[in-house]
């Protein structure tokens, strides 16, 4: 609830008990590396996602967590391949949504559009993947192919804000 209602600090120190038991569960260290993570604290984070991805491999938040606390924090290159890695390797789409994230934070937006047709792949029937390549051509300056794919997300969901006032602002 601390987490939701955006008061990470709280969340911290409600944690923090169960993290001082023997062996915290996996649901307590990601969620305490989560808001480790919100709280602007990269390397803990890292640590707390990477105990949580160890004690259940097969969690994706777990591995994604993990990924963008590495990439945030003191070894973006392999956290960028981590999040590569998690992205290719699943269905589920956090893990494309913030490796997007990251490239277009570098500016690499060549890479970016590659990941967005994996996540088109993998939800076609949403509108988040033509959103974020609109804003990439956007970025680029390709305003008529921004249009374009804004246009895309609307006829998917013609009531999804964020296309909606993106193609305001074209």
Known sequence: AYLRSGEPAKAVETLDPLLESPRPDARTLSLAASAHLLLGDAVTAQA???RA???NPADIHDRT???VARFLGEDPDNGLSALEA???DTAATDADLALVSALVGRRDYDRALKVIDRLQGKSPGRPEAPHLRAQVMALRGDLPAARTSYEKALAIDPQFYPSIDGLAAL
Request: negative net charge.
């Open 48 to 50: 707390l996602f990477h």
């Open 53 to 55: 991805a160890e004690s």
């Open 65 to 67: 967590g993990f990924a």
């Open 86 to 88: 998690v992205s290719s």
